[in-house]
């Protein structure tokens, strides 16, 4: 094999935004300020939770991962994104793929299971409030996130290892945006039944048993708020567990699209724009949701920016 066969062989193409010249600007800029306020208000949140000692609980602290997780998903991805559609050459090296495949798949996999842990906070908040400081301690929180980066961290490495086993000789050309495992499976001229076999029993252990763990979690929720007797307080209660049934929702209906159709089902088309809605809106929709619906959060954000105004107007008067 020649030196340039030994090239492209190492080397793969991804999808621009769009290939219509005019839009590309546009696509650019609108990506572009997604991550911006994607990063901005997960850095946001994470800022004010370390600076008002009132939000450094259990929730905040799972809170501050899930921010954590959606500031690197995003920034594994968009930046390739935009520098993609205002170039020439959309190519990514065969480590590059391997590494943003891992990065994106580990931090995936541990969001699900992260929202499953704070859907698990909620009920012991609500359904066992006197034991909640000892069931929910500082050491358990720490074993809980570990745990779960851990676990993902393993999973991910065997599905990128399987993956980049097969032998992509149909083509090099990406149908994705990114480098992601159902759009690796059709360029590849083996069967891949194993990979995708291996793709749906992870799914499974690491998507949907998260899932099926929060709806559980969630129906005593609803049942012990049914219980409570005062309106008021029903829907006080139900309302600290809005903002993460909306984030739930978002996340694990574009996910389970995604990875839980058949191969023979892939459609290349809605597959990417599945894919941006959960690497690009949902990272930047989390801390907005969070924000709004947070009473605590605002105050703390109202209550800096209230100081810093006063901190230099008085620079002003003292300069003057």
């Known amino acids: ?3 340039s066969n030994q090239t492209s062989a190492n080397i793969f193409y991804l999808l621009k935004l769009t290939n219509i010249p005019n839009l590309q600007p546009l696509c650019f800029f609108l990506f572009l300020f997604m991550y911006i306020i994607t990063l901005s208000g997960n ?3 994470i ?3 370390g600076v008002n000692t009132q939000l450094q609980t259990p929730m905040y602290f799972f809170l501050c991962n899930l921010s954590f997780i959606d500031i690197c998903f995003s920034s594994s991805i968009v930046p390739k994104i935009l520098v993609n559609t205002l170039s020439v050459d959309t190519s990514i090296s065969l480590l590059g ?4 495949m891992y990065i994106s798949l580990v931090l995936g996999a541990t969001e699900c299971i992260i929202l499953s842990v704070m859907a698990y906070d909620r009920y012991v908040a609500i359904c066992s409030p006197l034991h909640y400081n ?3 301690n500082k050491k358990f929180c720490i074993y809980l996130a570990a745990g779960s980066w851990t676990v993902c961290f393993m999973n991910s490495a065997i599905h990128v290892f399987f993956t980049f086993q097969l032998p992509y000789c149909r083509s090099h050309h990406v149908n994705h945006f990114f480098c992601e495992m159902p759009p690796f499976f059709t360029l590849s001229c083996r069967d891949t039944w194993m990979n995708e076999l291996l793709m749906y029993i992870s799914t499974g252990i690491i998507a949907m048993c998260p899932f099926i763990a929060i709806i559980v979690s969630y129906i005593y929720i609803i049942s012990a708020i049914l219980k409570i007797k005062s309106s008021k307080s029903r829907h006080k209660t139900f309302s600290t567990c809005a903002s993460h049934i909306i984030v739930v929702s978002l996340y694990y209906s574009t996910i389970m699209v995604m990875y839980l159709h058949s191969h023979s ?3 290349p088309k809605t597959d990417n724009i599945i894919s941006v809605l959960y690497t690009t ?3 930047m929709m989390n801390p907005i949701i969070y924000s709004i619906r ?3 959060v605002k105050n703390t954000i109202k209550r800096n920016l209230q100081s810093n105004l006063l901190y230099k107007n008085n620079k002003k008067c003292i300069f003057y």
Request: proline letters at 4%; a negative charge; aromatic letters at 8%.
């Open 1 to 3: 094999m020649d030196q």
């Open 43 to 45: 850095i946001l949140l």
């Open 47 to 49: 800022i004010v939770v």
């Open 97 to 100: 793929c391997a590494f943003q």
């Open 134 to 136: 000892t069931i929910m």
């Open 265 to 267: 089902s892939y459609s």
């Open 281 to 283: 809106v949902t990272p």
């Open 294 to 296: 947070n009473t605590e």
